[in-house]
């Protein structure tokens, strides 16, 4: 069964930093490439970052710089570490896989192989 699975979300103060993991199963992410996206409430999904299946990274300007998205295809999963939270990053945080290239990520997140289920950052003090 192909299945994605995020963890590591919570509640953290501002200032602090979270790891997102995305563990996929029933399929390599060898020739995948992943990306994150949010989704905060009243708000349209917004994709955040991605990574190709030969490790070329896109971030969006909203955290360039403070995001960095990794993958470790032994483990077959792929991370998103989150420093400097801001209460604005609060958000429903999903991966999605798509073959090879950040395309969809880019163009038509609908059309994104795999999505998994989600888990929540929520920035507060």
């Known amino acids: 069964q192909v299945q994605l699975v995020e963890s590591g979300g919570g509640l953290v103060q501002p200032g602090g930093s979270l790891r997102l993991s995305c563990a996929a199963s029933?399929?390599?992410?060898?020739?995948?490439?992943i990306g994150w996206f949010r989704q905060a409430p009243g708000k349209e999904r917004e994709g955040v970052s991605c990574?190709?299946?030969?490790?070329?990274?896109y971030y969006a300007d909203s955290v360039k710089g403070r995001f960095t998205i990794s993958r470790d295809n032994a483990k077959n999963t792929v991370y998103l570490q989150m420093n400097s939270l801001k209460p604005e990053d609060t958000a429903v945080y999903y991966c999605?896989?798509?073959?090879?290239?950040?395309?969809?990520?880019?163009?038509?997140?609908?059309?994104?192989?795999?999505w998994g289920k989600g888990t929540l950052v929520t920035v507060s003090a």
């Open positions: 999605a896989a798509e073959q090879l290239t950040c395309d969809y990520f880019y163009s038509n997140h609908g059309a994104m192989d795999y």
């Open positions: 990574i190709s299946s030969s490790d070329g990274t």
């Open positions: 029933g399929f390599t992410l060898d020739y995948y490439a």
